[in-house]
T-cell receptor, first 120, second 112 residues
Framework: ETGVTQTPRHLVMGMTNKKSLKCEQH?????MYWYKQSAKKPLELMFV???????ENNSVPSRFSPECPNSSHLFLHLHTLQPEDSALYLC???????????????????FGPGTRLTVL | LAKTTQPISMDSYEGQEVNITCSHN???????ITWYQQFPSQGPRFIIQ???TKVTNEVASLFIPADRKSSTLSLPRVSLSDTAVYYC?????????????FGAGTRLFVKA
């Protein structure tokens, strides 16, 4: 248990469906992240939120829409996805500046178990 | 962000010490060196982080030379359960931003 939970753990959806992935962290962190990991590829950073404000959008297609209502929750809304979007979607959180452990540890990331997404 | 280079894969046997070296020639003064471990179908897990010299925790040691252009993750007496992908990252220090880039990592396979 890392203190970061993700639901659902598995999701199968058609290209015309709308679904949402949920992430929750119980660590009191200020920053939250979405990553995509396709088969045999490195993790790709998608979005970063710090204090609910988006600080990174790594040129992600608009069919992925993030939402961060507070520092503990992060959503990824999915709409009209493509089969190539099938991947493991990972959420992470980190303390943020000024918290725990000094300047080097502020972006030590704690990952959730991921959602395995299959787009048919 | 500084780019990192590490071996794609390594093999070892149980009980051996494993050293994985990472190159980061363009590391900035404010950057920290961080290592993560990832098992299949799981999220990465933080192992160790350092700025210079040597850092040791209950899992591993991290050796960083004075010029900081490389680092070596040392895993003492590996077991089968240490089979995983190990990622070396260079991350900005406080206020340096949250963007982190995971490379391909080093796939360590520990054999009996």
């Amino acid at each position: 248990e890392t203190g970061v939970t993700q639901t659902p753990r598995h999701l199968v959806m058609g290209m015309t469906n709308k679904k949402s992935l949920k992430c929750e962290q119980h660590l009191g962190h200020n920053a939250m992240y979405w990553y995509k990991q396709s088969a045999k590829k490195p993790l790709e950073l998608m979005f970063v939120y710090n204090f609910k404000e988006q600080t990174e959008n790594n040129s992600v297609p608009s069919r992925f829409s993030p939402e961060c209502p507070n520092s503990s929750h992060l959503f990824l809304h999915l709409h009209t996805l493509q089969p190539e979007d099938s991947a493991l979607y990972l959420c992470a959180s980190s303390p943020g500046p000024g918290l725990a452990g000094g300047p080097g540890s502020y972006n030590e990331q704690f990952f959730g178990p991921g959602t395995r997404l299959t787009v048919l | 962000l500084a780019k990192t280079t590490q071996p794609i894969s390594m093999d070892s046997y149980e009980g051996q010490e494993v050293n994985i070296t990472c190159s980061h020639n363009n590391i900035a003064t404010n950057d920290y060196i961080t290592w993560y471990q990832q098992f299949p179908s799981q999220g990465p897990r933080f192992i160790i982080q350092g700025y210079k010299t040597k850092v040791t925790n209950e899992v591993a040691s991290l050796f960083i030379p004075a010029d900081r252009k490389s680092s070596t993750l040392s895993l003492p007496r590996v077991s089968l359960s240490d089979t995983a992908v190990y990622y070396c990252l260079v991350v900005p220090g406080d206020t340096g931003g949250f963007k982190t880039i995971f490379g391909a990592g080093t796939r360590l396979f520990v054999k009996a």
